[in-house]
């Protein structure tokens, strides 16, 4: 049974509150029932005490518990519940926050916080045990205590009701630190000091985070001044050592990350002035798909306000590569930017290319670059929207690894803007495509919101030109698309096949682009390519290019040749010389990675009236192609004696499907299939017996006849 205090006025107004130092008048005043309870019961200071409680000082409270002990014997096991309602301070609030005190000389005490709200986050049931409870005037302390609640740790604290000042220390682990000092009075201080403070509790108080904190630890202090009239200061600085994070996608991970972090904050009226200062000085992350080492320093200030947070000036410097410079206002109710800029010094090339480029670009065929120079980036935006940007380029130059192209001297000025049509200007000293050399361009350029245009480039191709028009730009939904019309000069033959490492020939190569067009990684020509070469004409068809800069490009045509003069064909070759027209077509042609996979393919004599002569070399080099070549036995006896012979008809054709190509002639035959067929004099005829011969093969014979290795035997 609980000694309770008697409700009415008469003793409500015999428990005076008075000052802290008059301790034993209040005791005198006390009522009977409090201070001569039954030994071994609870004392209960319930509802009509509580409504006195919540609105006396502070000191009074003490003043309370300071009668509850000297009422007591020390002997005698006794027990105390104060329930204290609602406390709050700088940067906390606690709900139905209870006292019990018991033990001997009521020297244990238990705090339960039912809600407790700080750094923008809510806890329940939240439990302070202290072993070694201290009561001296108006300082409530405890050396000896534990916290169980959204952590669990030793603690010991002190806290004064009087003037609101007091410390609290917690150690969670070994060599981990925490201290909380306050100052109250009208200007209020907190002091929050911490060390060897593990990383990974942050996830105790932003649970939403990306990725787990594995390791490192942080040291710090934060400083908070509070004073009238809402007006608040915050400042700190944390230091970071040997952090490491991942999440379980693997996209995101880092390890021995070191830095520091510097804060200050003033707030007044709902407004908060702002500056941050930030290095990375040590460690490596992958964030997908970009990948960094150390090396990059922020300063930034700005404003905050209850819808709006406002960077007036921010700068990223990154060693190495250079800064770059930004503000912005960002609508907090809209979560977008209301307006923003940001622009760069002269970034390097190289470093800019390797650390952010190369990840985003991967399996492209501009994952593996070579880059030097310089360049410069800004842009602007309003309500969200990208409103206007540049990009200058100052002797850029970029390399495939791969050999498939390659960009020197590169300066150019691309401006753009929402809207409106703006006026740019490109050059390049030189280029290189699959080797082919290309001389230098420039071009005005029209850029609008949604396309670049030129209307006429000239581009030097070794002795010719390439002249283009029509070019045209465009940013579709799936990727970069362009179109362009274009016609070629006479090129050197010779000259266009010794750089693509095959055998010279006589003559020059012409024709011209109906439209060429780019688009969704597929590179397609529209209409008839038209050639002229070897004073007769190719025509292709169908031309279409997957990825024609990736890894595998494949390529798909169909090939008609006409009149082309056998003469300017073989003249150079160890081939020997045929003198003629033939006529060629290639069905169906498919290449992968440049490599032929499939063709229906057929040579033949062109029809007409022309002079047809075949050298001696040529027959064997044409009956070598053919397997073990054959003619009869007068034949035979011919070639010993006749350097050319006349013929009436030769051709080859060629269906090439898994690596094997089935051969064929003019004109079958049970034993084999006739190559050339003779005619005039004197005459004979080549045949081939080997119909089915491997494509790898075949090149090898070509190659050794080119070569002049292999002198065939003619049967």
Same mark, same amino acid.
């Given at each position: 049974m609980s000694a309770r205090i008697p409700r009415g006025k008469r003793h409500l107004a015999t428990y005076k509150w008075l000052p802290v130092p008059d301790v034993t008048r209040t005791i005198h005043s006390a009522p009977a029932a409090l201070r001569a309870a039954p030994r071994g019961r609870t004392r209960t200071l319930s509802e009509p005490v509580l409504p006195i409680v919540r609105s006396a000082r502070a000191a009074s409270l003490a003043a309370l518990l300071a009668a509850a002990l000297a009422g007591s014997s020390a002997a005698v096991t006794?027990?105390?519940?104060?329930?204290?309602?609602a406390v709050s301070g700088p940067g906390f609030a606690a709900k139905a926050v209870r006292l019990e005190l018991d033990g001997t000389?009521?020297?244990?005490?238990?705090l339960r916080i039912q809600e407790l709200e700080a750094l923008e986050h809510r806890w329940r049931d939240v439990t302070v045990s202290c072993s070694a409870f201290r009561l001296e005037r108006s300082v409530i302390a405890c050396d000896d205590g534990r916290l169980d609640g959204p952590a669990s740790a030793p603690l010991a604290f002190q806290y004064d009701l009087a003037t609101g000042g007091g410390r609290l220390v917690l150690t969670p682990g070994a060599g981990e630190r925490w201290q909380l000092e306050l100052t109250g009075g009208a200007e209020r201080r907190a002091v929050l000091t911490f060390s060897g403070a593990p990383v990974a509790r942050l996830h105790d108080v932003v649970p939403e985070l990306p990725v787990r904190l594995s390791a490192g630890t942080a040291d710090g202090v934060l400083r908070a001044e509070f004073g009238a009239r809402g007006r608040a200061q915050v400042e700190g600085e944390t230091t970071l050592r040997e952090v490491a994070f991942s999440d379980a996608a693997g996209l995101r991970a880092g390890e021995g990350i070191a830095g520091r972090i510097a804060l200050h904050a003033l707030t007044e009226r709902d407004v908060w002035q702002w500056r941050i200062n930030a290095a990375w000085s040590a460690g490596e992350m992958y964030?997908?798909?970009?990948?960094?080492?150390?090396?990059?320093?922020?300063?930034?200030?700005?404003?905050l306000t209850p819808g709006v947070l406002e960077v007036e000036r921010a700068t990223l410097a990154a060693d190495g590569l250079g800064e770059a410079r930004a503000s912005a206002s960002w609508d907090r109710a809209a979560q977008r930017f209301a307006r923003a800029r940001a622009e760069t010094g002269e970034l390097?090339?190289?470093?800019?290319?390797?650390?952010?480029?190369?990840?985003?670009?991967?399996?492209?065929?501009?994952?593996?670059?070579?880059?030097?120079?310089?360049?410069?980036?800004?842009?602007?935006?309003?309500?969200?929207?990208?409103?206007?940007?540049?990009?200058?380029?100052? @002797?850029?130059?970029?390399a495939d690894a791969r050999g498939r192209f390659a960009l020197f001297g590169v300066y150019a000025t691309l401006p753009w803007q929402d809207g409106a049509r703006t006026e740019g200007r490109i050059g390049i000293a030189g280029a290189e495509l699959q080797r082919l050399p290309i001389g230098a361009v420039g071009a005005a350029l029209a850029i609008g919101p949604e396309d670049v245009r030129a209307d006429r480039l000239v581009v030097p191709v070794l002795t010719g030109l390439l002249t283009l028009s029509d070019l045209r730009l465009r940013n579709a939904a799936d990727g970069l698309a362009w179109q362009v019309r274009g016609d070629l000069s006479p090129v050197p033959l010779d000259l266009l096949l010794a750089h693509f490492g095959l055998p010279a020939m006589q003559g020059s190569v012409a024709g011209e682009i109906p439209r060429l067009r780019y688009e969704r990684s597929t590179l397609r020509v529209d209409g008839t390519?038209?050639?002229?070469?070897?004073?007769?004409?190719?025509?292709?068809?169908?031309?279409?290019?997957?990825n024609p800069l990736g890894l595998a490009p494949r390529l798909h045509a169909h090939l008609d040749a006409r009149a082309l003069d056998l003469e300017r064909i073989t003249r150079t070759f160890s081939f020997g010389y045929v003198t003629g027209?033939? @006529?060629?077509?290639? @069905?169906?042609?498919?290449?992968?990675?440049?490599?032929?996979?499939?063709?229906?393919?057929?040579?033949?004599?062109s029809p007409g009236d022309y002079r047809k002569r075949i050298s001696q070399k040529a027959v064997r080099s044409i009956s070598a192609l053919g397997g073990a070549g054959a003619a009869e036995a007068i034949e035979r006896g011919v070639l010993r004696f006749f350097d050319t012979f006349?013929?009436?008809?030769?051709?080859?054709?060629?269906?090439?499907?898994?690596?094997?190509?089935?051969?064929?002639?003019?004109? @079958?035959?049970?034993?084999?299939?006739?190559?050339?067929?003779?005619?005039?004099?004197?005459?004979?005829?080549?045949?081939?017996?080997?119909?089915?011969?491997?494509?790898?093969?075949?090149?090898?014979?070509?190659?050794?006849?080119i070569d002049s290795n292999v002198e065939p035997t003619i049967q």
């Open positions: 006794r027990s105390i519940e104060l329930a204290l309602g000389g009521l020297a244990r005490a238990k964030w997908s798909p970009v990948y960094s080492k150390a090396g990059y320093r922020l300063t930034a200030n700005g404003a390097a090339a190289a470093p800019l290319y390797a650390r952010f480029l190369k990840p985003l670009l991967g399996e492209t065929a501009f994952g593996e670059l070579q880059a030097e120079g310089r360049l410069r980036v800004s842009a602007s935006w309003q309500d969200g929207r990208l409103a206007a940007g540049e990009l200058v380029l100052e @002797d850029l130059s970029v390519l038209l050639m002229r070469v070897f004073d007769g004409t190719v025509t292709v068809t169908d031309l279409v290019v997957d027209k033939v @006529d060629a077509r290639i @069905d169906g042609l498919t290449l992968s990675n440049w490599r032929p996979v499939r063709f229906d393919a057929r040579i033949e004599s006349g013929y009436a008809k030769l051709g080859m054709s060629c269906t090439l499907r898994n690596g094997v190509c089935r051969m064929g002639g003019v004109e @079958d035959l049970p034993q084999g299939y006739v190559l050339v067929q003779g005619g005039g004099v004197p005459a004979l005829n080549v045949l081939g017996y080997n119909r089915d011969v491997g494509w790898e093969e075949l090149l090898a014979r070509l190659k050794r006849v």
